[in-house]
């Protein structure tokens, strides 16, 4: 396979935008090793530090950009996850005013250790390691977006099945589509009801391949059981009908049928799932067993 392409998590930017300055370049097929530094930075070092004391200005860094070479927009870039790792040390936060249950949180932070398979959530509780990407993405087509924030380019998407194993599919809106990717978590539950799953540090290996003349809306996942449409909006309500509108129509497509019967399939075999509803947009994808595909 030879050396990968390694940036380091010094080369990061803090939002995704039409014109970005590459950190690095690669062509299609290469293999390429993202190192992150957690959500916040390295800010947070022990139970003492708050949320309500950080800088802002340096939450979620993604590191990259990444050139890939012949990515032209119109494309799709894709983003084969072979495999993350993470640091032995994770945070988990809650914030008054934030999360899911505003009205009754407070300012509480604690540090645990991240194991090969486990995390010490406390003396008595472990949780199970599920090493994942919060933020991916490629640079936009025309307005500047915080890393905090998703859309169609991708970015703070936290989708627990953006992990390894698994190949993210991008649209590519400008040259080389310029990839960046941060805020990894050893778990997160789906909602990230509190703002925080486990943050940490990574190392992601990712291959990635340019799909030339193949369009997409929205990103687009595949894993071993699974394929997804991401979707983010303003409200539950308007993610849950575009991502189930983006499934249905593509069902009707790669099974030649009607929309009716693609929605009745949709409907009985297919899931709706929550990914986060604590960043500036919502975050749902729409699921369907590949078996129905394959």
């Known amino acids: 396979m030879g050396q990968p392409i390694v940036l380091e998590s010094s080369q990061h930017v803090y939002a995704f935008a039409p014109e970005m300055t590459p950190a690095g370049f690669a062509d299609s097929g290469a293999i390429v090793l993202f190192k992150t530094a957690d959500a916040f930075n390295g800010q947070i070092t022990s139970p003492d530090d708050t949320l309500a004391e950080l800088n802002f200005d340096a939450v979620n860094p993604a590191t990259g950009p990444l050139h890939v070479k012949n990515a032209q927009p119109g494309d799709i870039l894709a983003v084969d996850i072979l495999h ?13 005013g934030s999360g899911v249950l505003r009205a009754m949180t407070d300012a509480v932070t604690r540090i645990v250790k991240i194991g090969a398979h486990w995390i010490q959530f406390s003396d008595q509780v472990r949780i199970a390691k599920q090493p994942m990407m ?3 993405g490629v640079a936009t087509k025309e307005q500047r977006i915080p890393t905090g924030t998703p859309g169609r380019h991708g970015g703070n998407m936290d989708t627990r099945d953006i992990a390894a194993g698994a190949t993210l599919y991008l649209p ?22 509190s703002g925080t799953g486990v943050e940490c540090t990574s190392e992601t290996l990712v291959r990635v391949r340019v799909l030339k003349n193949q369009s997409l809306d929205w990103p687009w996942l595949d894993n071993q059981k699974e394929r997804m ?6 409200s539950l309500d308007d993610a849950t009908g ?3 509108e983006q499934m249905v129509r593509h069902l009707a497509q790669a099974l030649d ?13 297919g899931s709706l799932r929550i990914s986060q ?18």
Not at 185 to 193: I, N, R
Not at 229 to 234: H, T
């Open 229 to 234: 449409v991401i979707v983010s909006a303003e």
């Open 242 to 244: 575009e991502a189930t």
């Open 277 to 294: 509803v604590v960043d500036p947009l919502v975050t749902v994808r729409a699921t369907i067993p590949r078996l129905y595909l394959d």
């Open 134 to 136: 919060g933020v991916i």
């Open 257 to 269: 049928k009607g929309l009716d019967e693609a929605y009745m399939l949709m409907s009985s075999a």
């Open 172 to 193: 590519v809106f400008q040259e080389g589509g310029l990839l960046a990717m941060g805020d990894a978590h050893a778990a997160m539950g789906d909602g990230e009801v």
């Open 84 to 96: 993350m790792s993470t640091g032995t040390t994770g945070i988990i936060l809650t914030v008054p």
